[in-house]
């Protein structure tokens, strides 16, 4: 071929490659709570992301030293610990692209997600306050529970600074999703890596919603079926039980939040067609008076992209929807109203 043509195709090779290795790695993460039993294996895979350049590390207690740990594993990223100097927060937050929040307190055994709220929400009132003011366009990953009210706190303490942007807050709800996929292989005998369960709705209890019907194995019925929807449901208990009083899901926590984390990273970066499941402002139980839902998001560079609508369900998993979208309204408006009460 013509050797000015070779020279062409090149060039475009080498303005690609170029690209490539501007976006690969050009992420700031912070991870808010990054000394406790979440954050400290989330951080860890967050610093084995190649996608990411810099991870921030606050907590009230053990965030620096957390860091300095992290900071000698030879992967190419710089990672810095923050205390909750006056200062701390704000520089953890300033520039940030995606911010993981998984501060407060665990369950023990006995207690629903519920019984967190009076200590975790003005705990994610509070970040939120400080993400707000710097890095409001960041996207906003809430793993700390109630997810179901403090996503809404968080969108709640957004508004009241005028810096809303729906596209870019999440509640993390990816841990029903790996839990799914494990559950249903158990019982099917096969490898969970190819098994995807949407699963749509809240993250507590009722509120969690599994659509077999559109897994691979939409004839489950009867008992197994019931005993699969419920320990989908009701998961996180089987870990709370068995850490007697230590808390809850931590290392499985982990890797969902961290794959959550590589999807939107991925997607922020132009890969299309990222799907995950996840607690976003929603349109598809508004009119019912439900301002968020999980369901199936593609996931783009500017936050959300398309909410997937629920789609065909069975009889048995519309009474499921409807048990959830009564308990999803009350768990909303109480983040709404508890901002509203002490702003
Ligand atoms: P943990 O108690 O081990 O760690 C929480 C960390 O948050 C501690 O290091 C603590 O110092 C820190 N912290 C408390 N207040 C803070 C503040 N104002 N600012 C910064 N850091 C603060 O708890 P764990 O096990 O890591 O769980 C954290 C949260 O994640 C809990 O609310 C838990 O219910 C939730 N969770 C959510 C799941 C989900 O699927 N979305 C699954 C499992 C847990």
Do not use: W
């Not at 300033?94 to 998984?102: A, D, T, Y």
């Not at 991925?266 to 999980?294: C, H, M, N, R």
């Amino acid at each position: 071929a013509d050797l000015g043509q070779q020279r062409e195709i090149l060039k475009g090779t080498q303005r690609r490659l170029y690209s490539v290795a501007n976006t690969l790695g050009s992420s700031k993460v912070t991870v808010l709570g990054a000394a406790g039993g979440i954050g400290q294996p989330l951080s860890l895979l967050m610093k084995l992301n190649p996608r990411v350049s810099q991870l921030a590390l606050y907590d009230i207690r053990g965030g620096p030293g957390v860091a300095a740990d992290l900071s000698h594993i030879n992967t190419n990223n710089t990672v810095t610990g923050y205390d909750p100097t006056p200062s701390g927060l704000r520089e953890a937050l300033n520039g940030s692209e995606i911010v993981l929040i998984p501060a407060g307190v665990p369950r023990k055994p006995g207690m629903t997600r519920d019984d967190l709220f009076n200590t975790n929400a003005s705990i994610v009132r509070d970040l939120a306050k400080a993400a707000a003011e710097a890095c409001p366009d960041a996207n906003i990953l809430v793993i700390s529970n109630p997810v179901n009210s403090t996503v809404p706190i968080v969108a709640e303490v957004f508004k009241s600074k005028g810096v809303y942007n729906p596209k870019r807050l999440f509640g993390v709800t990816t841990l029903d999703v790996v839990r799914a996929s494990r559950f249903i292989s158990q019982v099917k005998k096969t490898d969970p890596t190819n098994e995807g369960v949407p699963v749509v709705g809240g993250h507590s209890g009722v509120t969690i919603v599994p659509l077999l019907s559109q897994s691979n194995h939409p004839s489950i019925d009867g008992p197994p079926r019931d005993e699969l929807v419920n320990r989908i449901q009701f998961g996180g208990d089987e870990v709370v039980k068995a850490k007697d009083g230590a808390g809850s899901a931590t290392l499985s926590m982990a890797f969902a939040g961290a794959r959550f984390a590589e999807s939107l990273l991925k997607a922020a970066q132009g890969v299309k067609g990222v799907i995950e499941p996840t607690f976003v402002d929603s349109p598809l139980y508004k009119e019912q008076g439900v301002d968020f839902f999980a369901s199936r998001v593609e996931l783009g560079p500017n936050g959300v992209e398309k909410i997937y609508e629920v789609g065909e369900v069975s009889p048995y998993e519309e009474n499921l929807l409807e048990a959830a979208i009564s308990d999803l309204k009350k768990n909303i408006n109480k983040g709404i109203e508890f901002v509203k009460n002490n702003p």
